[in-house]
């Protein structure tokens, strides 16, 4: 998938060069606001790179696509605040386990459907990957890097995977599929903890 991340790291240099303000004061509050920032990036990253393309469909995976050939890899835009020392979550966690693994699966996109597809193996040949890019609003400084090559994710029983620094390593394919699959079995045990509480207290 190098040259998903190759034109992933173009966007990132692109957008460092362009000195974006992201801050639209006015009457909306700070998610609408956010909104609009994000539609007006992803304009300018698609009218300048022709394997980039946005998705109108709410229930798209990526808020934009990169093209290679014939994939398309779902990237995430984030505009975040200097200032947030909280975390941020990515798509519902079934959908991304079921693109990552089992995309040409018939697989259940639920967490019963994800963890049965991991228990009986049933995986396929090649795993893909989802690109996330995080944007600065008060610098405007941006960073980029994938599910499968960011250094941590923090496992919540509500929102998935969440992340806060964008730090990339490489991983082999093994190791990477380790990663993501330790992580969701984090986010299932979280989830199973308070049926298991009250189940223990009988």
């Known amino acids: 998938m190098d040259h998903f991340y190759k034109k992933l790291n173009n966007i ?13 004061k006015n009457k909306y ?8 920032n994000e539609e007006r ?23 934009f696509y990169i093209t290679h050939q014939n994939k398309e890899y779902p990237v995430n835009l984030k505009l975040i ?30 967490y019963e459907g994800i963890t049965t597809g991991i228990i009986n193996n049933n995986f396929s040949e ?17 960073y980029g890097t994938s599910l499968l090559r960011i250094e941590s994710i923090k496992s919540n029983p509500t929102n ?5 620094d964008i730090e990339t390593i490489e991983r082999t394919p093994r190791e990477s599929k380790n990663f993501i699959i330790t992580n ?19």
């Open 12 to 24: 990132v240099k692109f957008i460092n060069k362009s000195n974006l303000s992201y801050n639209i």
């Open 29 to 36: 509050d700070g998610r609408i606001c956010s909104l609009l």
């Open 41 to 63: 990036i992803i304009k300018k990253i698609t009218t300048k790179f022709q394997y980039a393309y946005s998705n109108n469909n709410t229930r798209s995976l990526g808020d």
């Open 81 to 110: 605040s200097v200032n947030n020392k909280g975390y941020n979550n990515l798509v519902g966690l079934p959908r991304i386990m079921k693109y990552l693994f089992f995309n040409d699966k018939k697989i259940k996109v639920s």
């Open 126 to 142: 090649e795993m893909n990957d989802y690109g996330i890019l995080v944007i600065q609003k008060e610098t405007g400084k941006c």
């Open 160 to 164: 998935g995977f969440q992340f806060k």
């Open 184 to 202: 969701f079995k984090s986010v299932l045990k979280k989830r199973a903890h308070p049926y298991l509480l009250m189940n223990n207290n009988k």
